[in-house]
């Protein structure tokens, strides 16, 4: 296997479960500060915040793949994508580290996991002692407030 043919993942933790978002779809990585929330947004929306210069929506991740809230007092990190001219900030529990893996090792995800689930995993793969599911980034913030409903 040639190291190009690789593909680098960043690994984030959201609500317990690990995951990987390919690399090239993120910008960059934030510690997100001071988000402003907006009246009447969908409660996936945790609001919006200006980095440098920029305004940000930031979409909570755990909320729109349906998993508890994340507690006031718990740490976040976030993934910031562009999506056309708009900004998007990713709401993650916690950013690890870079993996470089094989795309052919993916296997596809689980017939049994939730309809919706499986329209933003792109495929898993099995890592020392844990799976690793492949988020599709750009579907997570198309995707409107249907996993929150």
Do not use: C, K
Request: charge should be negative; glycine fraction near 10%.
């Amino acid at each position: 296997m040639a190291a190009n043919d690789l593909i680098e993942y960043v690994t984030v933790r959201i609500g317990g479960q690990s995951f990987g978002v390919a690399v090239s779809d993120i910008r960059e990585v934030f510690s997100p500060v001071a988000i402003t929330p907006v009246p009447r947004a969908p409660v996936d929306i945790a609001g919006l915040l200006n980095l440098r210069g920029r305004i940000v929506s930031m979409v909570d991740a755990r909320t729109r793949l349906g998993l508890p809230a994340r507690s006031d007092d718990e740490p976040a990190m976030a993934l910031g994508l562009e999506e056309g001219a708009d900004l998007y900030g990713v709401l993650v529990d916690a950013v690890g580290e870079v993996l470089r893996l094989d795309p052919a090792a993916a296997e596809a995800a689980p017939g049994h996991l939730d309809p919706e689930w499986r329209t933003l995993v792109q495929g898993v793969h099995r890592l020392d002692g844990q799976l690793l599911a492949i988020l599709d980034i750009r579907a997570l913030i198309g995707r409107r407030s249907a996993l929150a409903a």
